[in-house]
Protein backbone atom coordinates (compact mmCIF):
# COMPACT_ATOMS: atom_id res chain seq x y z
CA UNK A 1 0.00 0.00 0.00
CA UNK A 2 0.94 3.63 -1.16
CA UNK A 3 0.97 5.56 1.88
CA UNK A 4 2.52 8.72 0.41
CA UNK A 5 1.44 10.09 -2.64
CA UNK A 6 2.50 12.66 -5.32
CA UNK A 7 0.01 12.56 -8.16
CA UNK A 8 1.80 15.02 -10.33
CA UNK A 9 4.57 13.00 -12.40
CA UNK A 10 6.09 16.04 -14.08
CA UNK A 11 6.21 19.91 -13.28
CA UNK A 12 7.56 22.42 -16.22
CA UNK A 13 8.03 25.94 -15.29
CA UNK A 14 9.40 28.48 -16.61
CA UNK A 15 12.96 30.09 -14.44
CA UNK A 16 12.21 32.36 -12.34
CA UNK A 17 8.37 31.51 -11.82
CA UNK A 18 7.68 29.32 -8.38
CA UNK A 19 7.28 25.72 -8.71
CA UNK A 20 4.53 24.09 -6.29
CA UNK A 21 4.76 20.49 -5.76
CA UNK A 22 2.43 18.71 -3.87
CA UNK A 23 2.40 15.27 -1.84
CA UNK A 24 -0.48 13.38 -0.17
CA UNK A 25 -0.25 11.30 2.95
CA UNK A 26 -2.73 8.32 4.53
CA UNK A 27 -0.83 7.32 7.58
CA UNK A 28 -2.24 9.63 10.34
CA UNK A 29 0.67 8.22 12.13
CA UNK A 30 3.50 9.88 10.18
CA UNK A 31 4.85 13.22 11.74
CA UNK A 32 7.55 14.11 10.16
CA UNK A 33 7.91 15.19 6.39
CA UNK A 34 10.80 15.41 4.55
CA UNK A 35 11.61 16.50 0.83
CA UNK A 36 14.57 15.27 -1.35
CA UNK A 37 16.22 16.25 -4.57
CA UNK A 38 17.55 13.61 -7.08
CA UNK A 39 20.08 14.15 -10.43
CA UNK A 40 19.88 11.40 -12.46
CA UNK A 41 22.64 9.10 -11.56
CA UNK A 42 23.21 10.02 -8.00
CA UNK A 43 21.28 9.29 -4.68
CA UNK A 44 18.31 11.52 -3.27
CA UNK A 45 19.76 14.66 -1.25
CA UNK A 46 17.94 16.34 1.91
CA UNK A 47 16.03 19.71 0.85
CA UNK A 48 14.04 20.60 3.47
CA UNK A 49 11.76 18.98 6.74
CA UNK A 50 9.24 19.86 8.82
CA UNK A 51 7.62 18.25 11.86
CA UNK A 52 3.98 18.17 12.10
CA UNK A 53 4.19 20.77 14.91
CA UNK A 54 4.53 22.97 12.37
CA UNK A 55 2.72 24.12 9.46
CA UNK A 56 5.88 25.95 7.84
CA UNK A 57 8.93 25.60 7.08
CA UNK A 58 11.26 27.84 5.17
CA UNK A 59 14.89 27.56 3.95
CA UNK A 60 15.98 30.31 1.62
CA UNK A 61 13.88 29.62 -2.09
CA UNK A 62 12.61 26.59 -0.52
CA UNK A 63 9.12 26.23 1.75
CA UNK A 64 7.28 23.13 2.80
CA UNK A 65 3.75 23.76 3.97
CA UNK A 66 1.67 21.13 5.74
CA UNK A 67 -1.62 20.83 6.11
CA UNK A 68 -2.15 18.20 8.74
CA UNK A 69 -6.21 17.97 8.31
CA UNK A 70 -5.86 17.49 4.97
CA UNK A 71 -2.57 15.06 5.03
CA UNK A 72 -1.29 17.26 2.17
CA UNK A 73 2.25 19.19 2.31
CA UNK A 74 3.48 21.53 -0.48
CA UNK A 75 6.93 22.65 -2.01
CA UNK A 76 7.22 26.04 -3.02
CA UNK A 77 10.45 26.77 -4.98
CA UNK A 78 11.11 30.70 -5.58
CA UNK A 79 12.19 31.57 -8.11
CA UNK A 80 13.11 28.45 -10.00
CA UNK A 81 16.32 28.27 -11.22
CA UNK A 82 17.95 25.98 -14.44
CA UNK A 83 19.72 24.33 -11.54
CA UNK A 84 16.46 22.78 -9.39
CA UNK A 85 15.39 20.60 -12.53
CA UNK A 86 15.89 17.48 -11.06
CA UNK A 87 12.85 14.34 -9.28
CA UNK A 88 11.22 15.64 -6.08
CA UNK A 89 10.69 13.13 -3.74
CA UNK A 90 8.41 13.92 -0.87
CA UNK A 91 8.99 10.88 2.42
CA UNK A 92 7.26 10.59 5.58
CA UNK A 93 7.60 8.89 8.77
CA UNK A 94 7.27 8.91 12.41
CA UNK A 95 9.91 10.51 15.07
CA UNK A 96 12.25 8.08 16.12
CA UNK A 97 11.55 5.65 13.40
CA UNK A 98 13.53 6.63 10.64
CA UNK A 99 12.09 4.30 8.05
CA UNK A 100 11.01 6.98 4.75
CA UNK A 101 8.12 6.09 3.16
CA UNK A 102 8.29 7.89 -0.23
CA UNK A 103 6.32 9.08 -3.08
CA UNK A 104 6.84 7.98 -6.57
CA UNK A 105 8.19 11.34 -7.00
CA UNK A 106 7.96 14.25 -9.31
CA UNK A 107 10.09 15.35 -12.42
CA UNK A 108 10.76 19.25 -12.22
CA UNK A 109 12.03 20.97 -15.11
CA UNK A 110 12.97 24.77 -15.76
CA UNK A 111 12.87 26.39 -19.03
CA UNK A 112 14.55 29.08 -19.83
CA UNK B 1 33.05 14.24 4.82
CA UNK B 2 33.39 11.31 2.71
CA UNK B 3 29.81 10.20 1.53
CA UNK B 4 28.32 7.03 1.47
CA UNK B 5 30.41 5.00 -1.14
CA UNK B 6 28.21 2.04 -2.67
CA UNK B 7 29.52 -0.74 -5.51
CA UNK B 8 29.54 -1.65 -8.09
CA UNK B 9 27.70 1.11 -10.07
CA UNK B 10 25.84 -0.77 -12.66
CA UNK B 11 25.54 -4.52 -12.90
CA UNK B 12 23.68 -6.87 -15.41
CA UNK B 13 22.99 -9.84 -14.75
CA UNK B 14 20.78 -12.95 -16.29
CA UNK B 15 17.41 -14.26 -14.50
CA UNK B 16 18.93 -17.29 -11.92
CA UNK B 17 21.96 -15.36 -11.05
CA UNK B 18 23.06 -14.14 -7.94
CA UNK B 19 24.46 -10.79 -7.10
CA UNK B 20 25.96 -8.61 -4.20
CA UNK B 21 26.05 -5.06 -3.69
CA UNK B 22 28.38 -3.30 -1.08
CA UNK B 23 28.06 -0.20 0.83
CA UNK B 24 30.52 1.64 3.06
CA UNK B 25 28.33 4.64 5.29
CA UNK B 26 29.94 7.73 6.08
CA UNK B 27 31.67 7.11 9.13
CA UNK B 28 30.35 6.88 12.97
CA UNK B 29 26.58 6.50 11.32
CA UNK B 30 25.39 3.99 13.81
CA UNK B 31 21.94 3.39 11.63
CA UNK B 32 22.37 2.02 7.87
CA UNK B 33 19.72 1.25 4.99
CA UNK B 34 19.07 -0.61 2.20
CA UNK B 35 16.11 0.75 -0.64
CA UNK B 36 15.15 -0.49 -3.44
CA UNK B 37 14.29 1.92 -6.23
CA UNK B 38 12.05 0.66 -9.35
CA UNK B 39 11.41 2.30 -12.11
CA UNK B 40 9.04 5.32 -11.73
CA UNK B 41 8.55 4.26 -8.19
CA UNK B 42 9.73 6.22 -5.00
CA UNK B 43 12.56 3.98 -3.09
CA UNK B 44 11.16 1.36 -0.37
CA UNK B 45 12.88 0.31 2.31
CA UNK B 46 14.63 -3.33 2.60
CA UNK B 47 16.38 -3.30 5.64
CA UNK B 48 17.57 -1.48 8.11
CA UNK B 49 20.23 -2.10 10.66
CA UNK B 50 21.43 -0.45 13.92
CA UNK B 51 24.96 -1.06 14.05
CA UNK B 52 25.37 -4.36 13.26
CA UNK B 53 21.90 -5.57 14.48
CA UNK B 54 18.75 -5.79 12.01
CA UNK B 55 16.06 -3.37 13.17
CA UNK B 56 13.53 -3.90 10.16
CA UNK B 57 13.78 -6.07 7.25
CA UNK B 58 9.91 -6.41 7.21
CA UNK B 59 10.14 -5.55 3.80
CA UNK B 60 13.01 -8.26 2.45
CA UNK B 61 12.31 -10.77 0.43
CA UNK B 62 13.89 -13.19 2.42
CA UNK B 63 13.76 -15.70 0.07
CA UNK B 64 15.81 -14.41 -2.14
CA UNK B 65 16.82 -11.58 -0.86
CA UNK B 66 20.04 -11.27 2.51
CA UNK B 67 22.24 -8.82 3.79
CA UNK B 68 24.88 -8.19 6.66
CA UNK B 69 26.48 -5.65 8.32
CA UNK B 70 29.66 -6.72 9.97
CA UNK B 71 31.09 -5.29 13.02
CA UNK B 72 28.77 -2.62 11.91
CA UNK B 73 30.46 -0.30 9.53
CA UNK B 74 29.80 -1.10 6.09
CA UNK B 75 27.38 -3.60 4.77
CA UNK B 76 26.21 -5.99 1.62
CA UNK B 77 22.80 -6.98 0.27
CA UNK B 78 22.50 -10.60 -1.95
CA UNK B 79 20.09 -11.49 -3.85
CA UNK B 80 19.61 -15.17 -5.46
CA UNK B 81 18.60 -16.18 -7.40
CA UNK B 82 17.37 -12.58 -9.32
CA UNK B 83 14.50 -12.42 -11.00
CA UNK B 84 13.28 -9.90 -13.52
CA UNK B 85 11.54 -8.12 -11.23
CA UNK B 86 14.31 -7.53 -9.40
CA UNK B 87 15.53 -4.93 -11.73
CA UNK B 88 16.09 -1.85 -9.95
CA UNK B 89 18.12 0.46 -8.14
CA UNK B 90 19.33 -0.32 -4.63
CA UNK B 91 20.26 2.37 -2.75
CA UNK B 92 22.30 2.52 0.54
CA UNK B 93 21.88 5.16 3.17
CA UNK B 94 23.03 5.94 6.86
CA UNK B 95 22.44 7.90 9.53
CA UNK B 96 23.60 8.83 12.64
CA UNK B 97 21.69 8.00 15.99
CA UNK B 98 18.85 10.70 16.84
CA UNK B 99 18.60 12.65 13.27
CA UNK B 100 17.37 13.19 10.08
CA UNK B 101 19.95 16.15 8.85
CA UNK B 102 22.80 13.28 8.40
CA UNK B 103 20.38 10.95 6.58
CA UNK B 104 22.73 10.85 3.42
CA UNK B 105 22.25 8.40 0.54
CA UNK B 106 24.84 7.01 -1.88
CA UNK B 107 24.56 6.92 -5.53
CA UNK B 108 23.58 3.43 -5.46
CA UNK B 109 23.56 0.52 -8.08
CA UNK B 110 21.36 -0.19 -11.18
CA UNK B 111 20.61 -3.77 -11.47
CA UNK B 112 19.61 -4.96 -14.94
CA UNK B 113 18.22 -8.67 -14.41
CA UNK B 114 17.65 -10.02 -18.39
Known amino acids: DQQVKQNSPSLSVQEGRISILNCDYT??????FLWYKKYPAEGPTFLIS?????DKNEDGRFTVFLNKSAKHLSLHIVPSQPGDSAVYFC???????????FGAGTTVTVRA | EAGVAQSPRYKIIEKRQSVAFWCNPI?????LYWYQQILGQGPKLLIQ????????DSQLPKDRFSAERLKGVDSTLKIQPAKLEDSAVYLC????????????FGSGTRLTVV
Open chain 2, 93 to 104: ASSALGGYYGYT
Open chain 1, 27 to 32: NSMFDY
Open chain 1, 50 to 54: ISSIK
Open chain 1, 91 to 101: AATKTNDYKLS
Open chain 2, 27 to 31: SGHAT
Open chain 2, 49 to 56: FQNNGVVD
